[in-house]
């Protein structure tokens, strides 16, 4: 049995606005819920879907600057393991956010 090459879908430039257009409502709908949340897991949760669609929101934007012919830097975010504060609505000791 042979294996079959898979041509590669590069999407064009109105799909991935379309996209981008998409993942920002999807961002702020994750950021309201994060703002109405009062569950220790749930807080959790809404930070990593919102997370998640940033990463996602800057990969789109990065594609479009792609196939527009804009220079892209390309950054590393490194993230502490150890909050520094917690969610007021979380919590149960140390420092408060400031808004």
Do not use: W
Not at 37 to 52: H, K, W
Not at 66 to 92: F, H
């Amino acid at each position: 049995m042979t294996k079959q090459r898979i041509t590669e879908y590069i999407p064009t430039s109105e799909e991935l606005h379309q996209e981008l257009r998409e993942t920002a409502q999807e961002l702020r709908l994750a950021y309201d819920r994060f703002n109405y949340v009062s569950e220790p897991e749930l807080v959790e949760s809404s930070i990593y879907a919102i997370d998640s669609l940033k990463a996602k929101y800057s990969y789109l934007l990065r594609r479009i600057k792609e196939l527009n012919g804009a220079p892209v830097r390309r950054s590393v975010v490194i993230r502490s393991t150890k909050p520094d504060c917690v969610a007021a609505s979380a919590m149960e000791g140390g420092p408060i956010c400031p808004l």
